[in-house]
């Protein structure tokens, strides 16, 4: 006896927008990269006393564990835009069981938010909830945890255009808090049910 299912799109909406090394070799990658790209990092972070935790875990917390990070843009096809970063961590050790370099985490992008909200409510029917969400600024993100332990992001644009999204990032009011604060998602999705009608 075979089970009936719905049959699957060919392919899906939500698109690689960001791929997210984790390294304690940051100036070696960065500059590899750079060459193997051909291009200048279009946002870098200086260490500093606390340092965002892009990935989950709290907004900022003390230490070396993340000193700095830049951002590559590959495509700039908004609103699927695709970067590469490249995240500092002095804490891995190819010797260290659990801190390898390697993937620190991955960025699927939806159309918009109202898409974000509808993935959020079916994925939560199913069971699947995020560990954390945040208002990164130009984004908006939810993480979630694969049966594996990775990290996915899944994220929308704030902003209508390239244009003023690249315009906040160059913002003071980005550069004093590039990783923005948490949400609540039952939040987030009311009121995405109360501005939908209007839009």
Same mark, same amino acid.
């Given at each position: 006896?075979?089970?009936?299912?719905?049959?699957?799109?060919?392919?899906?909406?939500?698109? #690689?927008?960001?791929?997210?090394?984790?390294?304690?070799?940051?100036?070696?990658?960065?500059?590899?990269?750079?060459? #193997?790209?051909?291009?200048?990092?279009?946002?870098?972070?200086?260490?500093?006393?606390?340092?965002?935790a892009p990935g989950g875990g709290d907004a900022a917390k003390p230490g070396p564990s993340?000193?700095?990070?830049?951002?590559?843009?590959?495509? %700039?096809?908004?609103?699927?835009?695709? /970067?590469?970063?490249?995240?500092?961590?002095?804490?891995?050790?190819?010797?260290?069981?659990?801190?390898?370099?390697?993937?620190?985490?991955?960025?699927?992008?939806?159309?918009?938010?109202?898409?974000?909200?509808?993935?959020?409510?079916?994925?939560?029917?199913?069971?699947?909830?995020? %560990?954390?969400?945040?208002?990164?600024?130009? #984004?908006?993100?939810?993480?979630?945890?694969?049966?594996?332990?990775? %990290?996915?992001?899944?994220?929308?644009?704030?902003?209508? /255009?390239?244009?003023?999204?690249?315009?906040?990032?160059?913002?003071?009011?980005?550069?004093?808090?590039?990783?923005?604060?948490? #949400?609540?998602?039952?939040?987030?999705?009311?009121?995405?049910?109360?501005?939908?009608?209007?839009?």
């Amino acid at each position: 006896m075979t089970t009936q299912t719905a049959p699957m799109a060919a392919s899906s909406t939500l698109k #690689i927008s960001e791929i997210i090394l984790k390294t304690p070799r940051y100036d070696a990658m960065q500059a590899w990269y750079r060459d #193997i790209l051909g291009i200048d990092p279009f946002f870098e972070q200086l260490p500093r006393d606390k340092a965002p935790a892009p990935g989950g875990g709290d907004a900022a917390k003390p230490g070396p564990s993340l000193l700095r990070v830049c951002f590559f843009r590959l495509s %700039t096809e908004f609103p699927y835009t695709q /970067t590469l970063g490249v995240f500092e961590d002095g804490a891995l050790s190819p010797d260290a069981e659990g801190a390898l370099p390697g993937l620190h985490h991955m960025q699927l992008m939806v159309a918009d938010q109202s898409e974000l909200a509808r993935k959020y409510e079916a994925w939560r029917d199913l069971g699947k909830l995020p %560990t954390r969400t945040a208002d990164h600024g130009p #984004i908006t993100s939810f993480y979630y945890s694969d049966p594996d332990g990775n %990290t996915v992001e899944i994220t929308a644009e704030n902003f209508s /255009t390239f244009d003023e999204m690249t315009a906040f990032m160059a913002s003071d009011t980005f550069k004093a808090n590039p990783s923005g604060h948490p #949400i609540d998602p039952e939040a987030f999705v009311a009121q995405w049910r109360v501005a939908a009608p209007a839009a």
